[in-house]
């Protein structure tokens, strides 16, 4: 079973959405059955809203599942319910980010195209300091605690059940610096150190690399059971979009596998880093 209450949350969604296709009905038959209205079965389906564990006991009576997978799902909704860690921070993680941190935590494989900034996943304390400094109006507390839940994540390249991630840079997320050259020669460090790690992959997209298939930075999250679909992830300033659709998810796949035909090979993308560093040690 999925790990984060966000995961859970989505598995039930999608559980409860091919069950009521399986029996054939509308969201609107299915509510007036239940005395319930079709938009309340639409947002158990969604993810958009709690789901109580008895909402989920009366559609499987009515669906006629099985006692098994009835209790099964029940359990989903009632650990949905629970808080990810990333919660305790409060206003420091914005509800639309935590929907995301709650995916990322389960995800089996991650695929990341970054063409301004350096990953979120190998960034330095001081460098997300400075993005969130400069990035929104946010209270020193309120810095804290983003940049505390920023570093909290990155431990998942860490974990023995993490994922395999590989990450695309272009060259131009190297060179832009944030803050000042000693901040950069540190986070440059940084990002050497991760791409030791054995579950880490890292290419950097060189400025001659000429046209390639991608218009701004996205995340890809895949998980380790097959009913559970991909997702591909972009965010904003406010705001971020969440793309499950086999389409798209198919055109963020050769995007990427793309950018990484025309990106250096990991050992040429590390020589490029390095020879970075040296002109910010200058």
Known sequence: MAGSPTARRRRLSIELKKLREQNELTCAQVGEALD???SKVNRMETGSGRVQPSDVDA??????TSDELREFL???ARQARTRGWWQAHGSGVPEWFS???GLEQDASTFRQYQCELLPGLMQTTAYASELHTTGAHMTPADIERAVRVRLERQSMLTRPDGPDAWFVLNEGALRNVIGDQPLMREQLERLL???ELPSVTLQVLPFDSGTYPATGSFTMLGFPDPEDPDIVYRDGITDAIYLEGEHHVREYTRAFDGL???A???QRSRELIESVLKDYAR
């Open 74 to 76: 029940k359990s989903l």
């Open 99 to 101: 929907i995301y941190i």
């Open 59 to 64: 559609l499987c009576r009515f669906y006629s």
């Open 260 to 262: 990484r035909a025309a």
């Open 193 to 195: 150190e991760s791409m």
């Open 264 to 266: 250096l090979s990991p």
């Open 36 to 38: 319930w209205s079709g």
